[in-house]
């Protein structure tokens, strides 16, 4: 089946700097990824839709110039996290769909200190 | 937009027993309803889906039933196994658009007990 990665799986950085997640799909074309945040025992929540070629579309209550989005590629979408604070701290995952389904990569572990 | 409830938010079963997991949805146009097994620091797995042309779908001890006029559906998980122990998320989309967002239930977190 189609496979989406995700580097790194974990970081931890300090409060005020800015991490920056990779989503990738290895052997399939996904002009449109998508980005969730889920919080420990939470659901996963809907952040924004990379759209390849042109803007991000946040969801509601999601801060566009602190969650940076860009899709440059077919197959790169990249989250970048703007100065950082510990609220930030969350699970991250993006999906893509492939032929018929959606896929997920394995996720990124943000801790902010 | 579309909206997801999920109950019961936790279930526990004796192995063996079966399982019931609910879920409606609020937009009439979605038509796509997959669900998802997550383990615990994983990302979530698709176990099975169902489209809105159908009633039910089986797949070994996993079945998911549609009821489109009362736009809710179900997961059923018999003869349950230990490893079965996971949170389960339902979600509804309207596939087939240039906008395939899935919008997740709150989950269910099932425990087997052995």
């Known amino acids: 089946g189609a496979v989406v990665s995700q580097h790194p799986s974990r970081v931890i950085c300090k409060s005020g700097t800015s991490v920056k997640i990779e989503c990738r799909s290895l052997?399939?074309?996904?002009?449109?990824m998508f980005w969730y945040r889920q919080f420990p025992k939470q659901s996963l929540m809907l952040m924004a839709t990379?759209?390849?070629?042109?803007?991000?579309?946040?969801e509601q209550g999601v801060e566009k110039d602190k969650f940076l989005i860009n899709h440059a590629s077919l197959t790169l979408s990249t989250l970048t996290v703007t100065s950082a604070h510990p609220e930030d701290s969350s699970f991250y995952i993006c999906?893509?769909?492939?032929?018929?389904?959606?896929?997920f990569g394995p996720g990124t572990r943000l801790t902010v200190l | 937009g579309e909206n997801v409830e999920q109950h019961p938010s936790t279930l526990s079963v004796q192995e063996g027993d079966s399982a019931v997991i609910k879920c409606t949805y609020s937009?009439?146009?979605?038509?796509?309803f997959p669900w998802y097994k997550q383990e615990l620091g994983k990302r979530p797995q698709l176990i099975i889906d169902?489209?809105?042309?159908?009633g039910e779908k089986k797949d070994q001890r996993i079945a998911v039933t549609l009821n489109k006029t009362a736009k809710h559906f179900s997961l059923h998980i018999t003869e349950t196994q230990p490893e079965d122990s996971a949170v389960y998320f339902c979600?509804?989309?309207?596939?087939?658009?240039?906008?395939?967002?899935?919008?997740f239930g709150p989950g269910t977190s099932l425990s087997v007990i052995p």
């Open positions: 999906s893509a769909f492939g032929t018929d389904t959606q896929y």
């Open positions: 052997d399939f074309q996904a002009t449109t």
């Open positions: 990379s759209n390849e070629g042109s803007k991000a579309t946040y």
């Open positions: 937009d009439s146009a979605s038509n796509y």
């Open positions: 169902i489209r809105s042309n159908v």
């Open positions: 979600a509804a989309l309207r596939s087939g658009t240039s906008y395939d967002k899935v919008i």
